[in-house]
């Protein structure tokens, strides 16, 4: 296992420490954010943490986070999303998880993605595939629509995109559909237990760790446009086999 891979881990076991702690605490603060989005107080320790350790172990590399924003300018970034599903974490909701990436000249290499309240770790390094506990997992092989499960986080969020008639209709024409949300839906695509996770607006470190995983899995990531791309603003994670049907839905 390479060393930054490595790190990124212990980082998640840090992580989870925190949000397993104040997960379901009565006594949770919880504050809004300019944006509207909730944030706890967990979301803000969990960021600081990994910007500790960080500043430790790669004090050459930059750093982006949800909470504290970015710095350092340099070619190396980690990419931090402290708690993914904030608005599941602060309603005990056990569907959440730290995101922490490594990306270098603007591509991804490491994902960590750790729900530690589902039990479920996934992660990946370019080159070496993607796992699930220790598990190698890999995308389906369904090639036909009317065959394959689709997931997405809110259709509120594609009446805002514009895309809403053309996400009902590609749902119309799947086997099944099941709002499953955030990081889950992409995690599903990489262990080839769905086929389809479609997300109308994702911040980059919402994405980050998302794409090396699915894409070691042998699946394809990329944004509504096509671009392979954690920073394009919206994620589309499919098994490789159905993703330009599915981008062809929303042109």
């Known amino acids: 296992m390479n060393p930054d891979l490595r790190l990124a881990l212990d980082l998640a076991d840090a992580a ?96 960590v993605v750790s729900g530690p309240a589902m039990g479920r770790r996934w992660w990946a390094s370019r080159g070496e595939g993607a796992f699930c506990n220790g598990r190698g997992i890999h995308a389906s092989r369904i090639g036909e629509l009317a065959q394959a499960h689709i997931a997405y986080d809110s259709i509120t969020d594609h009446d805002k995109h514009g895309s809403s008639e053309a996400m009902l209709t590609l749902i119309r024409n799947c086997d099944r559909a099941r709002g499953f949300g955030d990081f889950w839906s992409h995690m599903l695509v990489a262990e080839g237990a769905i086929e389809i996770a479609v997300e109308p607006f994702v911040a980059p470190w919402d994405m980050a760790a998302v794409q090396p995983i699915v894409e070691e899995a042998g699946g394809r990531f990329t944004d509504l ?18 993703h330009e049907r599915v981008l062809e839905s929303f042109r």
């Open 225 to 242: 446009h096509g671009r392979a791309r954690f920073d394009g603003g919206s994620g589309l994670s499919t098994n490789g086999l159905l």
């Open 16 to 111: 989870d420490a925190i949000t397993l702690r104040h997960f379901q605490s009565t006594t949770l603060a919880v504050r809004t954010k300019v944006d509207l989005s909730p944030v706890s107080e967990a979301d803000e320790a969990v960021e600081r943490l990994l910007r500790e350790r960080l500043a430790v172990e790669r004090p050459e590399d930059g750093i982006v986070g949800e909470e504290f924003g970015t710095s350092g300018d340099a070619a190396r970034r980690w990419v931090l999303d402290p708690i993914d599903g904030t608005k599941n974490y602060v309603r005990g909701i056990p569907v959440y998880a730290t995101l922490i990436a490594l990306v270098e000249n603007d591509q991804p290499i490491v994902g």
